[in-house]
Each structure stands twice: as C-alpha cells, then as structure tokens.
C-alpha cells in the first residue's frame, strides 16, 4: 500500500458531437459532484475560472503507515488544457523503526482530447513528470525522476450511475532502494469504478485499481508484487455562496496481493471555487 501511494499519490470518439451534449442529456446537475473520486481519475478538466484543492489521507489499520496527499488542479485558457501539481507525505512503519516526511511531488499536465464535464463520455489523456523529493533512504520516495502516463475516461451510464476507467504506467528509469542501488521501474496499473449518484449532495461509489508494483532489491534487478485494491466508499457535497463547493467522502480500501492482506480508512475533502473574479480585483 505505501507503494501504491507513492506511485499513485503518486479511444477517441465524435468529438464535436459528444462536446455538444448538454448536461440534462447527460443526467448531470450543475450543483452535483462530479470530479470527486477517491483513487480513480475521472475524465473531466477544470472548468475556465475554476480551480480545485483535493487532499487525502490513507491510514493502514494493521500497520499504522499513512499516505497524504494535496493536490491542485488549475485550467489553462479553457477546459482543454490543465495544469496540476500533487505533495505528498508518508509515515512508514516497519518492525525496524518508522520513518515519515515528504513524499515524491507530481507535475501533471491534461488534455481534454473527447468531451468534458457535460458530455456523455469524456477522455483526457494525463502526462506526469515525477519528481524524487522524498527521501529513498527513509523508504518515503523512489530515488529516481521518472514519467506517469495515464488515460482516464468517463461514462455516464444513466440519469444516476457514472463510470470511469484508467489505464497507464509509471516509469522511473533510475530508481534506487534504500541502500542506493538502481533498477529501471515500470508500474502498469488499470483501474475501474461505478458511482451511484443517490442525490446531488451525496453519491456512494466503489473502485477497483490494480497494479504490478515494483521494489528495487540489487542493482538492475526489482522484484515486482501485484496487488489489487477494492474501495467502497461515500461522499458529500456542500454548495456556498460565491460558486464555492465542499466535497468531503470517506472509503474503506480493501488491499489483496502476495499472499497478503491490508484494510485502511481514506479520508478525502475538496475545495472548488471561482478564481477569476479574485485576480479582477
């Protein structure tokens, strides 16, 4: 799971048609929550003049780690393009000790290629640019700067179900273990959730990731696990005044993999609003 966390927290269709539905067609309200899922990336960039804030917290019941991460997501010129960068933090726990600080950060750029957050089905692609500023020694990083690839895409399913799927890869060609060894590390990852939107205000979902994840354990050799994450969860949404929307939800990842098991709490809460009318000032 810590792994998973670094990494992670750490099909092209008619365009012009798709672009052109309108959000009654696609069983959307403008006051409802949208790009809010917990480990599955939606499809949908930032509206023009709105900016978004996303933290989250992983703790793992058995050991004690935890994963944080804060995110922001800034659209550029219009819904197209996005620009987004993500700080993490950690608390390792071994039976050696425990270690916490800052994380790997991530530098991510978006493309709106199909649809946007009005449109029956959505696609942009995502390019990362991971950057080692966690400590590799202290098990808090990757050793290494390395490139995230990933493609969400998103379906509106009916007027109360939504899906989203993912599909991409880690790379980071130098990456070290805490004795300063280097190995090439690819991470694949797929993942996959339904949303139920019960009401506007609040919506159950349940996400399904799985990944090949990779430990350096010599130099050019990595021991790779596969691991399968299943998350069911809630969230809420509170719409103030001055176009400001809370978004706060809770899950309950369920980790398989290796021969082992691990059950944590995810803790998620997102700030959106206006930015335009602050700078016009």
């Given at each position: 799971m810590h792994r998973i966390g670094i990494v992670f927290g750490l099909l092209a269709c008619a365009r012009t048609a798709i672009s052109q539905t309108s959000p009654a067609e696609a069983g959307r309200s403008s006051s409802g929550i949208q790009d809010n899922s917990f480990l599955v990336e939606e499809a949908y960039n930032q509206e023009p003049g709105v900016v978004?804030?996303?933290?989250?917290?992983?703790?793992?019941?058995?050991?004690?780690?935890?994963?944080?991460?804060?995110?922001?997501?800034?659209?550029v010129g219009g819904v197209t393009h996005q620009l987004s960068y993500t700080l993490a933090a950690a608390r390792v726990v071994r039976d050696s000790g425990q270690d916490a600080g800052f994380g790997d950060t991530m530098l991510n750029y978006r493309y709106q290629l199909v649809g946007n957050g009005q449109a029956l089905v959505a696609v942009a692609p995502r390019l990362s640019l991971l950057l080692p500023t966690g400590s590799f020694r202290r098990g808090l990083g990757l050793g290494g700067a390395g490139l995230q690839a990933e493609v969400p895409a998103s379906f509106v399913l009916s007027d109360r179900f939504v899906a989203h799927g993912n599909v991409g890869f880690s790379w980071v060609p130098r990456a070290r273990d805490p004795r300063g060894e280097r190995a090439d590390l690819v991470v694949p990852n797929v993942g996959g959730s339904v949303i139920w939107q019960a009401a506007s205000a609040w919506n159950l979902l349940c996400e399904a990731v799985w990944s090949r994840n990779?430990?350096?354990?010599?130099?050019?050799?990595?021991?790779?696990?596969?691991?399968?994450?299943?998350?069911?969860?809630?969230?809420?949404?509170?719409?103030?005044?001055?176009?400001?929307?809370?978004?706060?939800?809770?899950?309950?990842?369920?980790?398989?993999?290796?021969?082992?098991?691990?059950?944590?709490?995810?803790?998620?809460?997102?700030?959106?609003h206006p930015f335009e009318r602050v700078f016009s000032q």
């Open positions: 978004q804030h996303i933290q989250e917290f992983i703790r793992d019941f058995r050991t004690g780690s935890w994963n944080y991460s804060f995110t922001q997501e800034w659209p990779g430990s350096v354990v010599a130099p050019s050799r990595v021991e790779h696990r596969d691991a399968v994450v299943i998350d069911p969860g809630a969230r809420f949404a509170w719409n103030l005044r001055g176009g400001l929307q809370i978004v706060g939800g809770v899950g309950v990842p369920l980790g398989f993999g290796s021969g082992t098991r691990t059950r944590s709490v995810l803790l998620y809460l997102s700030f959106e």
